[in-house]
């Protein structure tokens, strides 16, 4: 007998919308920690021959008059404080010299409001526009099917709810660990949409094929039948893209860690949202109980 996955659908709903408001509620309780590429500033990378304590340096930047982030991390100090000129950076490494010994310089990012501004703008266009370029371009894949609108809408609420979830981890590991959102976090978020979509549309794809064949009248068993079909192929891609995502976190490091910890977390939640939440919506709206649902919203009732 197929195990009927349309019929636990309000399961799979409940499960997103609890993952959803709790990724809310961290995100309204504690935000995301804007990196340099977001957050105006200056970042400096430096080593001591001698060893130095990282409260000793966090005292002498204070001493000196500036207000900074210090992180240690393999071997190197980085120094995150307001926006410095060459004069002043070249001055900052003098009066460090003098405290602690020789210092040698592994990097310097300079990043003014004006362009920390735009790039958080460029990155939500670039965000809004990929999603709206994917309503447009499923809803015209699957124009010959009976309300491809559907098809549209539902894929883009999956993915929704795969950027909100990956927004709620960060904002967690932003208030705990201080992990900083940067380009190559939106890079990662960019990567998620493609992926989940690609899998969503496997599925509605199978759904359009199934249809055509005419395996059944109903739109359930169509649907159910559809994923049980796309089930196995769905996981396998989805284990294998987290093999190599675990590869290139354990043996890259940090310089791609958001990159990775996105695609971690998006490909867990695009697969999951790609077969129990984009198809299932579609039984939904189809049988209205989407429309029956919006009866309890308050904008309804007015």
């Given at each position: 007998m197929m195990f009927n996955i349309v019929n636990k659908r309000s399961w799979f709903f409940i499960i997103s919308t609890v993952l959803i408001l709790v990724s809310v509620v961290m995100l309204i309780a504690f935000g995301l920690e804007p990196g340099i590429d977001f957050a105006s500033g200056s970042e400096l990378t430096i080593s001591f021959e001698e060893e130095v304590a990282d409260a000793d340096l966090e005292e002498?930047?204070?001493?000196?008059?500036?207000?900074?982030?210090?992180?240690?991390?393999?071997?190197?100090?980085?120094?995150?404080?307001?926006?410095?000129t060459s004069a002043e950076k070249e001055s900052l490494?003098?009066?460090?010299t003098g405290s602690f010994g020789v210092l040698t310089e592994r990097g310097f990012e300079n990043v003014n409001p004006i362009i920390a501004e735009e790039t958080a703008r460029i990155a939500a266009i670039a965000v809004a526009v990929a999603a709206v370029g994917i309503l447009i371009y499923i809803t015209w894949a699957f124009h010959r099917m009976p309300k491809p609108f559907h098809y549209g809408t539902c894929a883009i609420i999956a993915l929704v709810h795969d950027i909100l979830l990956v927004l709620g981890i960060f904002s967690i590991l932003g208030a705990i660990l201080k992990w900083e959102i940067d380009l190559t976090f939106i890079i990662g978020v960019l990567a998620v949409i493609g992926y989940s979509v690609n899998n969503t549309v496997v599925v509605f794809d199978r759904i359009r094929e199934n249809i055509r064949r005419g395996i059944s009248a109903n739109f359930e068993i169509v649907v159910n039948s559809s994923l049980i079909e796309t089930l196995s192929r769905s996981l396998n891609t989805s284990l294998t893209t987290l093999i190599v995502v675990l590869a290139l976190q354990l043996f890259v490091g940090m310089s791609i860690q958001n990159f990775a910890v996105v695609l971690l977390v998006g490909v867990v939640a695009g697969t999951y949202s790609s077969l129990f939440i984009a198809p299932l919506l579609l039984v939904a709206w189809e049988k209205g109980e989407l429309s029956r649902l919006t009866r309890w919203l308050p904008l309804a009732r007015r």
């Open positions: 002498e930047l204070v001493n000196l008059g500036y207000t900074a982030e210090v992180e240690f991390s393999e071997g190197d100090f980085l120094i995150r404080t307001v926006e410095l490494k003098e009066a460090l």
